[in-house]
T-cell receptor, first 109, second 115 residues
Framework: EDQVTQSPEALRLQEGESSSLNCSYT??????LFWYRQDPGKGPEFLFT???AGEEKEKERLKATLTKKESFLHITAPKPEDSATYLC??????????FGKGTKLTVNP | GAGVSQSPSNKVTEKGKDVELRCDPI?????LYWYRQSLGQGLEFLIY????????KSGLPSDRFSAERTGGSVSTLTIQRTQQEDSAVYLC?????????????FGAGTRLSVL
């Protein structure tokens, strides 16, 4: 059974304080690993997809990396508007995404 | 262009009543997915459509849950005889097709409260 574990559950940062979110996964035949951002009362917003170990993608202050067992979402010099819940999901042998429970990030000014 | 649209945004119902939740996917997207997000839980897969067919219904929690899709577009998720444990946010997503390298785009969800 495909599984995704995200850590930490919650993270508080000061504005400008860089950090990383972790996503550990077990999946039969990884077809893709996805990062989404979810704001309160809204649906998940797509950020990145990674397909093979060693792949990296960047968008503004965010950088996602992938190994054979985990993915990291690095946040460089975060701003208060980066506060959200970040969700990690994997796609294995079927079309469905299997999600972790998310990391709630709060960035204080 | 327009994203995935879900209606209603909120639904309050009494235990035992039936409810219908609607999803309008992004125009031209052939694959459609339903997920459920309960408090403290991650998103859980319910069902997936390729066109009007549902090759994977493995996530539907009981036979009180059903879904259909017509015209390769709009989908309706129906919950019969609602129970309090059905209270959750029901999210719909669509993707251009299925298979490798297809990104699922989500709607804002329907928040269902069963009293």
């Amino acid at each position: 059974e495909d599984q995704v574990t995200q850590s930490p559950e919650a993270l508080r940062l000061q504005e400008g304080e860089s950090s990383s979110l972790n996503c550990s996964y077990t999946v039969s035949g990884l077809r893709g690993l996805f990062w989404y951002r979810q704001d309160p009362g809204k649906g998940p917003e797509f950020l990145f997809t990674l397909y093979s170990a060693g792949e990296e993608k960047e968008k503004e202050r965010l950088k996602a990396t992938l190994t054979k067992k985990e993915s990291f979402l690095h946040i460089t010099a975060p701003k208060p508007e980066d506060s959200a819940t970040y969700l990690c999901a994997v796609q294995g042998g079927s079309e469905k995404l299997v999600f972790g429970k998310g990391t709630k990030l709060t960035v204080n000014p | 262009g327009a994203g995935v649209s879900q209606s209603p945004s909120n639904k309050v119902t009494e235990k035992g009543k039936d409810v219908e939740l609607r999803c309008d996917p992004i125009s031209g997207h052939t694959a459609l997915y339903w997920y459920r997000q309960s408090l403290g839980q991650g998103l859980e897969f319910l069902i997936y459509f390729q066109g009007n067919s549902a090759p994977d219904k493995s996530g539907l929690p009981s036979d009180r849950f059903s879904a259909e899709r017509t015209g390769g577009s709009v989908s309706t998720l129906t919950i019969q005889r609602t129970q309090q444990e059905d209270s959750a946010v029901y999210l719909c997503a669509s993707s251009l097709a299925w298979g490798v390298k297809n990104i699922q785009y989500f709607g804002a969800g329907t928040r269902l409260s069963v009293l």
